[in-house]
């Protein structure tokens, strides 16, 4: 089996939220060292493409084996056998419930050499399937990265991974772990049934209201929706866009879900019946607190929409920085196969004085905003590796 570098245990501390205590890794890219370099996917679809590019990025070998997808891919084995005889981590980017089935199959040409790594969303049946198949003979690990092919589409940062804590296998969630840090993974650790309650608490129910929210039609590209339901509007389209596909995984396959969606259920038909009762306590101070919404701290709504507001605003922009980020290594990349210098002074200086005019041409202070964007600009060339 391959080797991480280092048993290093700084870098790592524990939060908590809510559930058990969750341990999260702060060391970076360049510290992730991996021994490994042949990658091989069981499943092809958006996510196990969109996650094998970007272990390609950082110089790692892949194949694939999908009887489903029928691209011309050069990238593809003929079948089981060839694909385990190559490969030295075997990635399962497949259904959870399919796990069972494909681990059967795998399980004849696998030796403990390998490590088999899944990336489903749920965690108790991938977690079941693994233990029941491989035990103690094969190494495994069970993950969930927390993003899809949009947000890698979008350049969204930092990327976050679940990885289920293997004792089993301590060398190979290390492996797994620097796998994820290489391509620049924040990596969380949670034992699979917690993540399965987390994620009903979270994950399910936002794919729950979303599909609500467009089974009853409501208008999500409406262009006079106030902020609070561009926030939902938003969230519907994240899901449809980037794992819409997997609703039926998430729902059904997540053992806490339906406590999740229930509690939920009951906690609406409870809101309903208070308004449904409404005009009896018109008038009634007590009754009417009841029916408002419990504010985060002592402030006026406007203050309160405002920042709001102001907090959407800054995710936008923080996104916005990410995107330019990418574009910048992508420009830095260009300049060193031309061989020039990261930074052109001349360039920079008539950037700033064009986003100066920029700026007071929208009422606005040129010379804040031209130091907004030299920000800006030091952010670009350490992205270009300046």
């Not at 570098?5 to 700084?10: I, N, W």
């Amino acid at each position: 089996m391959g080797r991480v570098g280092g048993q290093r245990k700084k870098g790592c501390g524990v939060v908590r939220n809510g559930h058990k205590a969750v341990a999260r890794t702060r060391r970076t890219r360049d510290e992730a060292h991996v021994n490994v370099s042949r990658i091989g996917f069981v499943g092809f679809g958006k996510f196990g493409r969109a996650f094998a590019e970007l272990l390609a990025e950082v110089g790692l070998d892949v194949r694939f084996l999908d009887p489903h997808t029928h691209d011309e891919d050069p990238r593809r084995v003929a079948s089981t056998g060839e694909l385990a005889a190559w490969s030295e981590v075997l990635i399962l980017a497949t259904p959870a419930l399919a796990m069972a089935q494909i681990l059967r199959e795998l399980l004849p040409f696998l030796t403990p050499a390998h490590v088999v790594c899944d990336v489903a969303s749920v965690k108790v049946v991938p977690w079941r399937a693994l233990t029941e198949a491989l035990g103690d003979r094969i190494p495994w690990v069970a993950t969930h990265p927390l993003f899809g092919p949009v947000s890698l589409a979008r350049a969204e940062r930092p990327l976050r991974v679940v990885v289920c804590p293997q004792p089993r296998f301590p060398e190979a969630q290390q492996l797994v772990e620097a796998l994820f840090l290489r391509v620049g993974c924040t990596i969380v650790r949670r034992d699979a049934d917690d993540h399965d309650r987390g994620m009903a608490d979270t994950h399910a129910l936002a794919f729950f209201v979303a599909k609500g929210v467009l089974e009853a039609n409501f208008p999500i590209d409406a262009p006079d929706a106030p902020p609070s339901f561009q926030a939902i509007a938003r969230t519907v389209k994240t899901v449809r866009e980037d794992a819409g596909h997997l609703f039926a995984t998430i729902e059904l396959d997540n053992p806490h879900a339906r406590s999740a969606r229930l509690r939920l259920m009951e906690a609406l038909g409870r809101v309903h019946g208070q308004l449904e009762d409404a005009d009896l306590a018109r008038g009634d101070a007590a009754a009417e607190a009841r029916l408002s919404l419990p504010p985060t701290m002592a402030v006026t709504p406007v203050l309160v929409e405002t920042r709001t507001m102001i907090d959407e605003i800054d995710r936008e922009l923080l996104a916005l920085l990410a995107q330019r980020a990418e574009l910048g290594r992508r420009a830095g990349a260009e300049k060193e196969r031309l061989g020039r210098a990261i930074r052109d002074r001349g360039r920079e200086a008539a950037m700033l004085q064009e986003r100066r005019v920029w700026a007071e041409e929208r009422s606005l202070d040129g010379e804040a905003v031209a130091a907004v964007f030299e920000a800006i600009l030091h952010l670009s060339r350490r992205a270009q590796g300046a």
